[in-house]
């Protein structure tokens, strides 16, 4: 029997911010919110759903790809996905425990060290926290313990493979490379397999210097890298036969044939990667050319007959070992003269940062836990699970003694502390070639976050000489200067206090009222008083609110006033009450200013009341912010919309007979035209019932002029209403009349000139086809004229979906 496994490591650099615990808005990413959502929809939904087409392009089968794979995801990710795509999380989970009975009780899931430290680059205590938390988080998740973990880069060291084994860990999966000697088990020499020539087919034992062992596995390098890199995703059938063309004759025991790539190669990096997966892991069952396994279960039933030596501090991305997340070695993606000498200065600033708060942390620590460490270790599950109940019980296994709340919320900023001081090593920082990148920028921000909770907590100056290591790395940019000038540009405005929050919802508020109690964000407010006011244009809020952080338990009471003059002329200020009598003397002073519309009075009274406290809409958090102005814009953006759309309507036949004769098109008739057609088309798109005759209209008049379409708000529009419609359906798949209307808008959206991603609405038609077709499909057969006409009319729905009925 031969063996055929294929690992996908899932993982996205975080993104969160380090305030709000929440992703804000990425343009980048349109139509969608940010890069976690839209990479789940390219790649980590459809491998829940994958396709597997026939000669003719048609849907024969929808596939699970987990469930028949070995994977893990990044816990950061999918403490994302719970929050924000809760389907595709609960889909993972239940492909584990399908997995599990796939292949002898082995679930295909397995952990990752937590946030994609570089272990081999960390310090012991680090390494034993990364492991725990990545056991602790698999385990909540899954509802099982781990029996693999894998390596950020797979980067490995002895002393962390060793802890690993110390933690119940099994087995772990390497690159080639990263062999350097094997032996039979029992045998005193040691045979070189340096340079990748290690053979990857079986499973090898690592004894550790505790006296323990675990299994390593070493992926098929060749193939692996053409997964990657070399387009064999391009075609399933060759994918399947490059993979069963790894068993040699040559090897007489029962031959494992495994390969490791990141998730994302399937589906995000090469799209439709994920069907390429699905047909060749298909037809190689089929065809009987190797059993598909997961390691777990191969190694219950090849134990490993060999042992195995490892090249210490080496990485699968690196051919330096792990100089890619230290130093200049070479490692980028080549940007003609841009260096990565920024990357040790960088290192050498967070080294410094966290071995500055370590004194400080232990000692304030142990006046408050029993082990500051152990605390460290067992906040993996608050982190999980922020409710009062897990509060308890964190502090029944670590306080000292039954502290104040003041002091409690002492010990959430120290877990915090430590809890970014990890996060700050996240791989990503070093990994690719510039300062400024997006990911560079967020470990930088969290180290900010230790910066201002070390401030907070130990009541010294910490920023200044951190700033001053970190102006050592410089950026390729000359606009970006170096890390201290990126810091200030980018981490200090991102700073927020409980004031910031104050002033975001009290603006907010004057465009969107909250309830009594309200969640910001990793914040809760509740009102105490509230009172707005009106004269002309312009309008006022003022009032009082407890804000609490969900993180660290820390409150306060604020009181804020915030005046909109107009437009986006907005000003607010905040601070800390100093009680209800003072409270009320500045209601009452302010008021008679508001009421008189004496604006340079307010303004004074503003200044005077609240001092630096004041704010205006640069203040609010991103999404917010945008959906504000948004709203603030959207009567100037009607009245240019009508504007575009009046000279199109009076002067079409004009735009179409210049369009005619080849004449070069006014400037001003051509915006008219490429704006005034696609607004009209989404507004089509987005209509309650879809039009298909005037739609088909706009499109030929958009053909005939050479008008560009927003292809990308228009597809996602039509996608929005088809799933919509699907969804509909599939509640009452028996309803004649909902399947003819999710029918008749498939009709109409075929007939744009771009594909519309239909996979939602194909995924609900093929579970009925899974489900309910086959009693119809009965009952038809015994001449029940509904059951006929529901069944040909379920037969067109298909066709237009290029599903095969089976």
Known sequence: MNYLCVHAHFY?????????????????????????????????APNLAARILDDKQYITQIINNYSRISFNFGPT????????????YKGIIDADKQSQKNFSGHGSAISQAYNHMILPLSNRRDKITQIRWGIDDFTFRFGRLPEAMWLPETAVDSESLDLMAQAGITYVILAPHQARAIRPVGSTEWQDVSGARIDPARAYLFRTASGGSISLFFYDGPISQAVAFEKL?????????????????????????????DGETYGHHHRHGEMALAYALDIIESRKSAKITNYGEYLEKCPPAWEAQIYENTAWSCVHGVERWRSNCGCSAGRPGWNQNWRKPLRDALDWLRDSITPHFETLGAALLRDPWAARDGYINVVLNRSPESRERFGREHFARDL????QVTVWKLMELQRHAMLMYTSCGWFFDELSGIETVQVIQY?????????????LLFEEQFLSLLALAESNLAEYGDGARIYRRYVKPAIIDLEKVGAHYSISSLFAPYAERADIFSYTVKRLDYQTADAGKLRMAIGQASFTSKVTQECEILTFWVVHFGDHNVAGGVRKSNGTPEYHEMLSSISGAFERVDIPEVVRLLDRRFGDGTYSLRSLFRDEQRRIVRSILSSTVAE????????????????????????????????????????????????EELDGGRIRNLLREAQLNGIPLDKTTIEFLLRQKL???????????????????FQRALTTVK?????????????????IQMSLYPRLRRRAQRGESKAQQWLEQYGILCDLLMLRIQ
């Open 12 to 44: 996205q650099p975080p993104r969160e911010n380090s305030w709000l615990e929440q992703i804000e808005l990425q343009d980048s990413a349109y139509p969608y919110h940010d890069w976690n959502e839209r990479i789940s929809a390219e790649c980590y």
């Open 77 to 88: 990710l999918l403490s994302w996905a719970l929050d924000h795509d809760p389907s595709t």
């Open 233 to 261: 995703l391009e075609n399933g059938e060759k994918f399947a036969s490059r993979l069963t063309g790894a068993i040699s004759a040559d090897r007489d025991w029962p031959q494992l044939i495994h390969i490791a790539t």
């Open 404 to 407: 104040t709340r003041e002091q």
């Open 447 to 459: 180290a900010g976050r230790v910066v201002q909770l070390a401030e907070q907590l130990f009541g």
């Open 640 to 687: 240019a919309e009508a504007g575009y759309l009046h000279l199109y309507d009076q002067h079409a036949a004009l735009m179409r007979f210049i369009a005619s004769l080849g004449t070069p098109m006014p400037r001003e008739f051509t915006a008219a035209m490429e704006y005034a057609v696609n607004s009209l088309l989404r507004k089509a798109c987005s209509a």
């Open 723 to 741: 799933e919509n419609l699907a969804s509909r359906f599939a509640a009452d798949p028996s309803n004649l009349d909902k399947l003819l209307d």
């Open 751 to 767: 007939q744009m000139p771009f594909p519309i991603n239909l996979w939602q609405p194909q995924n609900y038609v093929y579970v």
